[in-house]
């Protein structure tokens, strides 16, 4: 309770502090909407269906791709912490494509799928992988070898040790590595979003350029405070419980 009321004072007073900066009129109400204007385009596109279309168009897309990114990421870093050779080669490639960024991989998915929803998928995949793959390996690499021995010790051998005793203890730094992969999974799609127009479904990207294009800043600071929202939503829905049952499994919880 105590940290609802710190975030909520926090929170409140950054909008007086907004409605102030407005109310001197340091800026042109064009570039600096009032909180109440904000709101009201937040309130007429929930009521007209704009909005919640627009959420669950790019939600669907960042689930999808997102989990697909998991599904390749997650045994290509098994397979790049067990191999040498694959460490030197997709290893190589995987730390140098993670600091690409999101942004570069719109031209290429236009190139080879068109504006369509191909490119979307492409995008977000590309954002999620290889954040996925560097942290399975950094955390399979940095198991104690002890944990390994001594399963060995007990019978345990071959797909049984991997599934078993080491991706468990690597689980730490996975979930680290899907956390960073959310989070770049976000941007690419945001970014294939602004600069793809898919007819199939307009997502919150494409409301937040338009709100660009018509000088609508009422709409654009409101799509990113939805963007923000869905964002903290994530990280306490999935990711935070996710991460304080590992510390509570290792020993790690704050007492």
Not at 5 to 24: C, D, N, P
Not at 184 to 193: C, I, V
Request: hydrophobic share 55%; with cysteine.
């Amino acid at each position: 309770m105590k940290r609802i009321v710190k975030a909520s004072i926090f929170f409140i007073a950054l909008v007086l502090i907004w409605e102030g900066i407005y109310a001197a009129h340091i800026w042109s109400p064009v570039l600096v909407p009032s909180p109440a204007s904000v709101a009201r385009y937040l309130i007429d596109a929930a009521r007209d269906g704009t909005l919640a279309s627009a959420t669950l168009v790019t939600v669907r897309r960042l689930v999808t791709g997102y989990a697909f990114g998991i599904a390749i990421g997650l045994p290509l870093g098994l397979l790049t912490a067990r191999f040498n050779l694959v460490r030197d080669t997709l290893g190589l490639a995987a730390l140098g494509l993670q600091g690409l960024p999101s942004v570069c991989w719109v031209p290429l998915a236009l190139l080879w799928f068109g504006e369509t929803e191909s490119a979307m998928f492409f995008v977000v995949v590309m954002g999620t992988v290889w954040s996925v793959i560097i942290a399975t390996e950094t955390g399979v690499r940095n198991i104690p070898p002890i944990f390994a021995r001594a399963a060995r010790t007990m019978g345990s051998r071959g797909l049984h040790t991997w599934l078993r005793v080491i991706l468990p203890a690597a689980l730490p730094a996975v979930v680290g590595g899907m956390k960073q992969g959310w989070a770049f999974a976000w941007r690419s799609l945001m970014a294939a979003e602004i600069y793809v127009t898919v007819m199939s479904g307009f997502g919150l990207g494409s409301l937040l350029h338009y709100g660009r294009e018509l000088n609508a800043m009422d709409q654009v600071i409101g799509i990113m405070f939805v963007l923000l929202l869905i964002g903290l939503l994530a990280d306490r829905v999935f990711f935070s419980p996710w991460e304080r049952m590992l510390r509570h499994r290792w020993g790690t919880a704050a007492k």
